[in-house]
Every structure is written in C-alpha cells, then in structure tokens.
C-alpha cells in the first residue's frame, strides 16, 4: 500500500489525511507545533466550495457543532449608516452554509476526525529535510528522527519548508501592505448581526463583524501599515493593537469601537501575505497543498476553502492515476488556473462597499459554485494546463 507522509497538521493537512483515506492511501501527518498550530485567535468562513469539498470526504458533520452559519454580507459606511447587502452565493442552495468559525476549532475538528478514522498524527515534528532513496522519500525532523514514504505532502502553510524544498527559488510571500487584527467578545450591547458579516467602511480602513448563535462577536480590523517583524509580534500586545484601532476609528460613527473596548485582551494580530505564483507544486515525490502552494489575501474569504479543495482534488488524482509523477502532474493542472485566479482577484479587491444588493454583481459567485464529484474518474474530469485560465473561468478584468 502507498504510504504518503503529510507535513503539517492544519487545515489542509487534516483534509488531505481524510482524502487520501477515503482514497484508499495510508498516511501519517506530521505536525510542528506540540499540541496544536498558529492563528489559535483568528477565525474564518468555509465557503459553498469548501463546505462541498467537506461533504465530497464524509466530513462536513464534523465542523458543523463548532460552527454558525453566516448567510449574509452588509455593507455599512463611516456614518453607520447601511449602503447595501446580498445574500452569499444567492444562486446555490445550501442548507449547511457558508459557516464561520475559528481556526483552531476547524483544524481541531478535522484532526479529531481523522483519528476517529485511525488516522495518525504525530506533534512536535517540525520537518529540516526530504531526501530521496531509489523510490522512497525520507524526511528528517528537528528532533533527529525520520519517517519515510511513497510520497511527501507539503501541507505546511505560507512559510512552508517543503516549497523550498521543491525549489529553492521559490519566492517568498508577499506582505499585502496590512496587518489584520483579530478579537471576540460576549460583550451583549454590540448591535448584532445574526448569520450576517456586516462590513464596515470606515474613513481610515475596514472593519467586519458577526455573531454567532451564543451571542459572542468575532471580528476583523484590517490595518494599513509596515508589515511586523519578530521583535513587534514578541512587544505589541492587545493594549496596543485596541489603540491603534481606536486611533484609526476616531471620528466614525460605526460599532467598532464599541467592540474593541469590550474584548479586553482578546485580541491577536498577523501581517497579511499573499503567494501570487509558485513555479513549481511538485517534483516526483513531494507535492504542496493549500497555502504552500498558494495563499491570497483575506478579502475573498477563500484561503480555508481553497486548502480543502486542493486535499481533496490530490486525493482523487492519487487513486486514479497510473503513477505518483502523473498524479501531482494532473493535480496541478487542475487546480493551478483556479487558485491563481482567485490570488489575483483577491489582491485587486478593495476593501469598499457594494452599491446594489443583486448578489448577481457578486463577482465571487464562480468561486462558490465549484463541485467536487468524488465518485468521477479524474480523467473525466475537465483539465486546465498549468498558468491558463479555463474556457469556463475567464480571469477577472
């Protein structure tokens, strides 16, 4: 049996342990961290593609009691005042979605499933090195110890060690000009927005929120500025970023700085990042997933989504495919076209209001509307050449 070694434990790791069961593929997932990953505070929307992706692995039941759905955007300006909202993804039925939770909660969840399957995941494994032997790929660990596969998942994230393993070249992520400030509280005067994210257009920047069922706010500032280094992540704390986003709310007539106020010290912070193109997804044992391979900024709500998809499109080429090389071939010419067009498209997105409430003018409807048929042969499925934009998704203008 085919044995895949799957570096990192998030999202797209989790989802590609799953996939690769339902595949009939062994794996292991190595995770760094000791008893978790990062982003622990932020939280985030899977959307209509990836709650399909979920479904196409028998695992949307396990995110569903650690999340709420959020069926609405509203758009509000500086003045508080509502300018227009829609319906997300209005055409497309779903009963389930989209849902919003946080990180932690999602990979939490999909890690619990995958030992509910007997699925391996071992912590503490922070990869230095893959090496190859005949038809083996070896990886070493910080620790000293090694594992060895078939093949080598690079599930790793924005700073992932597997893509520079793949080329050393590869560029590095690109900080988007924005630092995203993330907070909760149950505090019950903010004025809530049930199965709703209300954006808010403030005069220096934007701001959302929603509420989830239990009454508890979370929310997103995004913050124009230098890109934090180490030495800010170890000194700025929760006093610092509520000050700067009252100084940046000042004057605005809007919730948010209501909100801040009443999160205390709930309140974390990252710089955001973008990957626009990774030359090269794979070589003939190690493959990249999710953020490894490409990572677009927050303003489509499609990094969660994204990752589960890629897991499980690897998945079905790994079961249909003669060879591993042709597998990650057909994988990346499926999926490249797709997730560099959403990088693009997120990266050209101001953070504005819309000015009508058709959710016909939604430019994300394409996105939503992806399908995984799980039980469709790969072959059958329509390819696009790696670069290309697809006869059916032509790139946004």
Known sequence: ????????????GATTALALGKAGIDSTVYEAYPDGADDTGAFLMVMHNGLDALRAVDALDAIMPCSFRTTRVEHVDATGQRVSGHTIGVTLTDVDGPRTLRRADLYQALQKEVRRRGGRIEHGKRLVRATTTGRRIIATFADG??????????????????RTIIDPTAPAPRYTGENVVF?????????????????IHGSSGFSGY???????????????????????????????????ILHQVAGDDTPVAAIVRASGTNIMASSSYDVPS??????????????????????????????????????????????????????????????????????????????????SADPRTWLYSHHIDWDAPVAQQRRTP??????????ET
């Open 145 to 162: 110890s090694r594992a060895e596969g078939d093949l080598l998942v690079g599930a790793d994230g924005i700073r992932s060690t597997v």
């Open 386 to 395: 790696a670069g290309q934009g697809s006869d059916r998704e032509s790139p």
């Open 278 to 359: 990774t030359h090269h997804w794979h070589t003939a044992h190690l493959v990249l997933v999710g953020d490894a391979a490409h990572a677009a900024s927050t303003s489509a709500a499609q990094g969660a989504s994204m990752a589960l998809e890629d897991a499980v499109t690897l998945a079905q080429c790994l079961r249909d495919l003669p060879s591993i090389p042709h597998a990650f071939e057909t994988y990346t010419g499926l999926r490249r076209a797709r997730v560099e067009r959403l990088v693009a498209f997120s990266a050209n997105q101001p953070n504005r209001p819309n000015t009508t409430d058709r959710d």
């Open 1 to 12: 049996m085919t044995h895949a070694l799957i570096i990192g434990g998030g999202i797209a």
């Open 210 to 244: 929603t509420t989830s069922p239990n009454g508890e706010t979370l929310w997103v500032v995004h913050l124009p500025g230098d890109e934090m280094t180490a030495a800010d992540r170890a000194t700025i704390g929760p006093s610092d970023w509520r000050d700067r």
């Open 183 to 199: 907070g909760y509280t149950r505090d019950t005067g903010i004025p809530p927005a049930s199965e709703t994210f209300r954006m």
